[in-house]
């Protein structure tokens, strides 16, 4: 499976972006899919997941209720809406992939079998 970021850009605070996660593959239907985020100078962090099929999202506190994850499989494709944007929630987004058989939403970066290159997300004041 090879996955790839796209979507980020330059927003301003109270604004609104869509990422995706394109995945080539056609087991793709097979994996549980997070978002993380690394700002600069800062760990890189778990933002939200969706299991392998769709059933099941986790989001963390920073973004819950303004962040929206999805999937749509026949596409091969997961999302995460962005709404309400912060200045704090700049950073370089990615997406991974864990196995269906892994704990969904896993916040330790060796949890997950693939990665993407990552979007950079840009909130200015």
């Known amino acids: 499976v090879q996955l790839q970021a796209s979507g980020g850009g330059l927003v301003q605070a109270g604004g609104s972006l869509r990422l995706s996660c394109a995945a080539s593959?056609?087991?793709?239907?097979?994996?549980?899919v997070s978002w993380f985020r690394q700002a600069p100078g800062k760990e890189r962090e778990f933002a939200a997941a969706i299991s392998w099929g769709g059933g099941r999202t986790m989001y963390a506190a920073s973004v819950k209720g303004r962040f929206t994850i999805s999937r749509d499989n026949a596409k091969n494709t997961v999302y995460l809406q962005m709404n309400s944007l912060k200045p704090e929630d700049t950073a370089v987004y990615y997406c991974?992939?864990?196995?269906?058989?892994?704990?969904?939403?896993?916040?330790?970066?060796?949890?997950?079998?693939?990665w993407g290159q990552g979007t950079q997300v840009t909130v200015s004041s």
């Open positions: 991974a992939a864990a196995l269906y058989a892994k704990p969904v939403g896993a916040t330790g970066r060796l949890e997950y079998d693939y």
């Open positions: 593959g056609r087991t793709f239907s097979s994996y549980h």
